[in-house]
């Protein structure tokens, strides 16, 4: 098994050097957490001699649970807490029966949200390691985010840019003197209309705002893709506890049915009328990713995709596209906020690259370095969820010298990680110099292969996006230069940077 762990050379390496006094002095944060979820715990008579890694000790049949849920604290912050508290970079905590430690595969775990949010998991993101996720994994990448169909969509994208920048223009009063805008509610919807644009193309499911800004409907779709993403991988005791599936005693069953059904009907709606225009030979010609999943041969000129397949695809790429982008652009923005000199770097970059006669485009990307450190200090201090999407082991390993067990869950953490002392400078300051190379020839990327913090993550189970995640992350980044106060979400005041005709009307 290829390990997820191309970072590992190096995360190997902080994890052995963890033990150094170094170490456990900085370790307030916690390094690295690879949480690993044992359903079975198997007492082996095999030859490992490795021990497990550290961790509190477990209770019968329950494990660690009673601590977790007495602790008051959201799991992950007990997770990091145990951590610090043992004075490690790799822990092993039992829930149910369950191991939780440190290492990183190929597989996925099952769960009742993963489940209900992948209609069983029939896509890529939450499915297994198996047949299903390969052949969906492969159409991903083959059909809908390769070069070519990147290159293809390219106008849709660029629409919903300008679409941006004449949102945020009217937002600040459009023209007369700028006013507070929302950041978080802008960065959400922008990446919402360009998963609508490039999946179903249509900005809108409802009636188009004159504004350029979201109609109800669109609120619903972006708010209800949040909520799904807040659920998908939150602690549920059912999954560690199964046999109290069914009772839902926190609710969360409850949750994950709703936001699943307030996520599925529009789409499902627009979804089943294409494909009967498709099926009746009503439609011809493909306009947008459902044309193309919907119309998806095999060489045997056999459909590819069933309809719920294509339900489920369509889901999965929605909830992919929302957060990341949309989470790094406002921390952005939120520390450059505080950090004038960066702001002024950023728009001496821009108005050097791209000039003041035009808006940034994405043939602009390759020469807006300073912008894209930006983005990628972002990804590092700033993730948008404290672990990485769990992996399943799919057989025995050793890591950093312990032994993790097949079927264990594992958990990196992007906290760890992204402030890791070992390997970051001063790490809890919001310094985007420490990305731009010394060779001004070079190019910056949001990708981090060597796992110092995550962005796409690395190995099988890797973001298979880079290129769209990166066009969007920037343009939403470019797209929103202000001067500028905080608050709780991010607002800042917006100015135009161009003169009003820039900022006209797009398309819908
Ligand atoms: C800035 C934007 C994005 C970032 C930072 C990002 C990051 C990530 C990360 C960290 C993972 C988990 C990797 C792991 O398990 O180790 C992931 C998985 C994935 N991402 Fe992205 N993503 C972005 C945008 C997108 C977009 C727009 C798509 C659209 C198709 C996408 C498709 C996927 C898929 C399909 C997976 C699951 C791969 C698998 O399990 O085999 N991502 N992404």
């Known amino acids: 098994m290829e390990s997820v762990a191309a970072g590992s050379p190096s995360v190997g390496a902080s994890l052995s050097s963890s033990s150094s006094t170094v170490l456990q002095l900085l370790l307030p944060m916690v390094v690295l957490v690879y949480v690993v979820v044992q359903t079975v715990v198997r007492r082996r008579m095999n030859t490992c001699t490795a021990p497990l ?39 092993c905590v039992k829930l149910g029966g369950v191991h939780m430690q440190d290492t990183n595969f190929a597989s996925r775990p099952l769960t009742f949200a993963s489940e209900t949010f992948s209609r069983g998991y029939m896509a890529a993101i939450m499915a297994p390691y198996g047949d299903q996720w390969r052949k969906m994994r492969r159409v991903l990448t083959s059909e809908i985010v390769c070069p070519s169909r990147h290159k293809w969509l390219h106008d849709k994208r660029a629409d919903e840019a300008n679409n941006l920048t004449r949102y945020v223009y009217n937002l600040a009063g459009a023209g007369s003197g700028g006013a507070v805008v929302d950041v978080r509610h802008v960065a959400r919807h922008y990446c919402g209309n360009v998963v609508r644009r490039l999946v179903f193309g249509t900005r809108y499911f409802g009636e188009p705002q004159a504004d350029g800004g979201p109609g109800p409907l669109e609120v619903q779709h ?27 005693l926190d609710g969360h069953q409850k949750m994950i049915r709703e936001a699943n059904e307030m996520m599925t009907r529009l789409p499902g709606v627009l979804i089943d009328d294409r494909w009967r225009q498709w099926k009746s030979g009503e439609k011809q010609g493909l306009e947008d990713l459902l044309d193309v999943l919907i119309t998806l041969e095999d060489a045997e000129a056999k459909p590819v995709l069933t309809i719920e397949e294509v339900k489920a695809l369509s889901q999965d790429i929605t909830l992919v596209a929302m957060d990341n982008p949309s989470n790094a652009v406002e921390w952005a923005l939120a520390e450059m906020v505080n950090s004038p000199e960066t702001l002024k770097k950023a728009g001496e970059e821009i108005d050097g690259v791209v000039g003041r006669d035009r808006l940034v485009q994405e043939s602009d990307i390759p020469r807006l370095n300073y912008l894209k450190a930006c983005i990628r200090e972002a990804f590092r201090l700033h993730p948008v969820v404290p672990f990485n999407v ?75 996006a880079a290129s769209l995640g990166t066009a969007m992350s920037v343009m939403l980044f470019a797209g929103s230069r202000h001067d500028i106060f905080m608050a709780r979400p991010l607002v800042l005041h917006a100015e135009p940077r161009l003169p009003s005709h820039f900022y006209s009307a797009t398309s819908m």
């Open 222 to 248: 972006v708010d209800a893709a949040f909520a799904s993403l807040g659920l998908v991988y939150a602690f549920c005791v059912s999954d560690y506890l199964p046999w109290l599936l069914g009772l839902d």
């Open 390 to 464: 769990p992996h399943v082991a799919l057989a025995d390993a050793t890591v950093a010298g312990y032994h993790i067990p097949r079927g264990s869950h594992v958990i990196l953490s992007r906290i760890g990680l992204g402030r890791n002392p070992a390997v970051w400078d001063d790490p809890l300051c919001f310094d985007p110099d420490r990305h731009v190379p010394a060779d001004p020839t070079a190019d910056v990327t949001l990708t981090e292969n060597d796992l110092r913090f995550i962005s796409f993550s690395t190995g099988r189970r890797s973001c298979i």
């Open 53 to 91: 890694p550290p961790g509190p000790m477990p209770w019968p049949v329950v494990g660690n649970l009673p601590e977790m849920l007495l602790s008051c604290k959201p799991a992950f912050r007990w997770i990091h807490h145990v951590m610090e508290r043992t004075g490690t970079g790799i822990a």
